[in-house]
């Protein structure tokens, strides 16, 4: 049983088109991270929350916390090519002093040009 | 700043061989963690290291360990390979081990593949 569930797996959209990634569980987490993998290297830190109903922007990138610390989304405005990648959740539970994430499956991106 | 450091890059080994992979993380970071990807399972915690100390273990058998030296290099070791543990094997780095507003950074991994 995957504790990060997220979806879509695959995403193919064309140049400009906007898109969301979700990210859900059905436990609380104390914090949650985003993350960008292209392939032969390693993930990519993007972004941290760690409180409920937090938003971040980062560019064309906005990311949000829920509520309850149980879920996430990443949404994309305006997607470029240079956007394709792996995207993945990860979340830590507990005590934010440990280098033990959760991942979730993760997402593949294919932005079109 | 030089990144973190894995080594070797690409691996085949024979089932039932022992195989060990070696990670140099970021100078100053003291948390060193492992991780296991596969296309069926993602990205799946092995164990982490703090100050030469295993301070969080996943659920992989004992076949799966490591260990961290006095200066945070760390290397893992999978002895008895199976099939199924070939796998990109990620080793990440942080200052102490902490997220909330703690940067872990990744290394380009291991390849091992086992034939």
């Known amino acids: 049983t995957q504790l990060l569930e997220q979806s879509p797996q695959f995403l193919s959209i064309q140049e400009g088109e906007n898109l969301t990634v979700y990210c859900n569980s059905s436990?609380?987490?104390?914090?949650l991270q985003w993350y960008r993998q292209e392939p032969g290297e390693g993930p990519v830190l993007l972004v941290t929350v760690v409180t409920g109903g937090e938003v971040k922007k980062l560019k064309r990138l906005t990311f949000q916390f829920g509520d309850a610390r149980k879920d996430s989304s990443l949404h994309i405005t305006a997607a470029q090519p240079g956007d394709t990648g792996l995207y993945l959740c990860?979340?830590?539970?507990?005590?934010?002093?440990?280098?033990?994430?959760?991942f979730g499956q993760g997402t593949t991106l294919q932005v079109k040009p | 700043k030089a990144g973190v450091t894995q080594t070797p890059r690409y691996l085949i080994k024979t089932r039932g061989q022992q195989v060990t992979l070696s990670c140099s993380p970021i100078s100053g970071h003291r948390s060193v963690s492992w991780y296991q990807q596969t296309p069926g399972q993602g990205l799946q915690f092995l164990f982490e290291y703090f100050s030469e100390t295993q301070r969080n273990k996943g659920n992989f058998p004992g076949r799966f360990s490591g260990r961290q030296f006095s200066n945070s290099r760390s290397e893992m070791n999978v002895s008895t390979l199976e099939l199924g543990d070939s796998a990109l094997y990620l080793c990440?780095?942080?200052?102490?081990?902490?997220?909330?507003?703690?940067?872990?950074?990744f290394g380009e991994g291991s390849w091992l593949t086992v034939v």
């Open positions: 436990s609380v987490f104390s914090s």
């Open positions: 990440a780095s942080s200052l102490v081990g902490g997220i909330s507003g703690n940067t872990i950074y």
């Open positions: 990860a979340g830590a539970r507990g005590s934010s002093n440990t280098g033990k994430l959760i």
